[in-house]
């Protein structure tokens, strides 16, 4: 009797080890309990960026690279169709033909006529006088080709440092920067930390990238007192986008702009462009056209203008 009471006890035990080892290693989920969940992280607070009194100018970063895609397998010259050899026979000589001669026609009398005389009225030719203003289109374009290569060369830092303001008159300020974004295609962005850019026309809470063959990678930061339409613009994206408003806004122009503005200050410095380390410049709204004036190298004023163009989406 004792004997079978320590067998039992013992068997009890074994079986409350086994649940004791059988419950270490079985996962909570399984056991019925809830795993504790994870430590929730606490946002850090962001400092809005103090705004720049003076104007500069901002390089975007480039786009990220995309894998260039496999080489295509070279083409199998196609194989020529066989042709079958044709047999070639000599042709049988023939006898020539004599072609009976015809007797010579007998000549006709002309008669003598009198010479009608003939009136030829001749006109001045009009001449067109060049004013002074027109230029040639081939100068616009070579102009244009020198500043995409300027452009090229400012986004990879190579270049000086550029600062272009606007007028001081609110109302010139208000009528360019309508010029600017209903006609030249300029657009207004607000930059969060990382470098991201939101847009008016961009998917909520979704960063724009511009698209490098139609924008320029050489972003303006504005200063002092914007415009009301400008500011519209801008708490329109923060509305959008869940943005604080003080933020800093970025103005951003396509390539075909500022590859006019880079052709036209290296045509003007006459290739002082590339020895310069700082170009000052002014913005001027003249009977709708914008012109680029006040110019100075390395604190040196230099005399001249030119204009960037006046008919929307051209330049």
Request: one cysteine or more; glycine letters at 8%; a positive charge.
């Amino acid at each position: 009797m004792a004997r079978g009471m320590v067998i039992g006890g013992a068997s009890i035990g074994l079986s409350a080890l086994l649940a004791a080892l059988l419950l270490t290693t079985v996962p909570a989920e399984r056991r019925g309990v809830e795993p504790s969940p994870d430590p929730v992280p606490q946002k850090t607070p962001v400092k809005a960026p103090v705004e720049n009194p003076h104007p500069r100018a901002v390089i975007l970063p480039p786009p990220p690279r995309t894998a260039a895609p496999p080489p295509r397998p070279p083409l199998q010259p196609k194989e020529k169709p066989e042709v079958a050899a044709t047999e070639i026979k000599p042709l049988e000589p023939t006898q020539p033909r004599t072609a009976k001669r015809q007797p010579p026609p007998s000549p006709i009398p002309i008669k003598p006529t009198k010479p009608v005389p003939v009136k030829i009225e001749t006109r001045p030719a009009q001449t067109t006088k060049p004013t002074p203003a027109s230029r040639p289109a081939t100068d616009v374009k070579a102009v244009a080709a020198q500043g995409r290569v300027l452009l090229h060369l400012l986004e990879h830092g190579q270049g000086p440092a550029i600062e272009l303001a606007w007028p001081g008159n609110a109302d010139q300020r208000a009528r360019l920067y309508h010029k600017f974004r209903d006609c030249f295609g300029m657009q207004v962005a607000l930059a969060r930390h990382g470098g991201e850019l939101f847009i008016a026309g961009s998917p909520r809470g979704q960063s724009w990238q511009p698209n490098r063959d139609r924008y320029s990678g050489f972003a303006r930061q504005p200063s002092g007192r914007l415009v009301a339409a400008e500011r519209d613009d801008l708490h329109a994206i923060a509305r959008r986008h869940g943005l604080p408003r003080d933020i800093p806004a970025m103005r951003i122009f396509p390539r075909r702009v500022d590859a006019r503005l880079l052709g036209g200050l290296d045509q003007l410095l006459a290739g002082g462009y590339g020895k310069a380390a700082s170009i000052r410049a002014r913005y001027q709204l003249s009977g709708g056209r914008i012109i680029v004036r006040d110019i100075q190298v390395d604190g040196r004023a230099v005399p001249g203008m030119f204009d960037l163009g006046n008919r929307c989406g051209r330049v």
